[in-house]
């Protein structure tokens, strides 16, 4: 793992990833043929969850994180104002659970999902 980009992940993170066969930052230009963009933010999360799907169906693990340092990630990698740094995800191949640290070891079961009742709305925001 390159230290230029390891080492501005949050503690947990790097032994969350430690072992990863790659850490992938999602940046999203700010501009679009000459014109702010709008959706920019969402194209980018559109791609990440192709990615996503994509690692899924190739048997891979992919996990998205946040908990890094934004600013120093932009100096660190020189990104240019006009672009937006999103988050992150790691992709790697499966391994046991006893690779795991003991904290992550017992993260590592099924969680409930919330009924869609609980995340859409119809209307206005109540």
Same mark, same amino acid.
């Given at each position: 793992?390159?230290?230029?980009?390891?080492?501005? *992940?949050?503690?947990?993170?790097?032994?969350?990833? =430690?072992?990863?066969?790659?850490?992938?930052?999602? @940046?999203?230009?700010?501009?679009?043929?000459? +014109?702010?963009?709008?959706?920019?933010?969402?194209?980018?999360?559109?791609?990440?969850?192709?990615?996503? *799907?994509?690692?899924?169906?190739? +048997?891979?693990?992919?996990?998205?994180?946040?908990?890094?340092?934004?600013?120093?990630? +932009?100096?660190? *990698?020189?990104?240019?104002?006009?672009?937006?740094?999103?988050?992150?995800?790691? @992709?790697?191949?499966?391994? %046991?659970?006893? =690779?795991?640290? =003991?904290? *992550?070891?017992?993260?590592?079961?099924?969680?409930? +999902? =919330?009924?869609? %009742?609980?995340?859409?709305?119809?209307?206005?925001?109540?």
């Amino acid at each position: 793992m390159k230290p230029i980009y390891f080492n501005t *992940l949050v503690d947990f993170n790097k032994s969350l990833v =430690k072992n990863a066969s790659v850490l992938v930052l999602i @940046i999203s230009d700010k501009f679009l043929y000459d +014109r702010k963009s709008t959706t920019n933010q969402f194209n980018a999360g559109a791609a990440w969850q192709n990615i996503a *799907l994509q690692a899924y169906d190739m +048997r891979l693990v992919i996990h998205g994180i946040s908990g890094f340092d934004y600013n120093k990630i +932009r100096i660190n *990698l020189n990104v240019p104002e006009n672009y937006n740094i999103i988050a992150s995800f790691v @992709i790697g191949k499966p391994a %046991s659970k006893e =690779k795991l640290s =003991k904290e *992550l070891q017992e993260k590592e079961i099924i969680s409930n +999902r =919330k009924e869609l %009742s609980e995340i859409i709305v119809e209307g206005k925001f109540k």
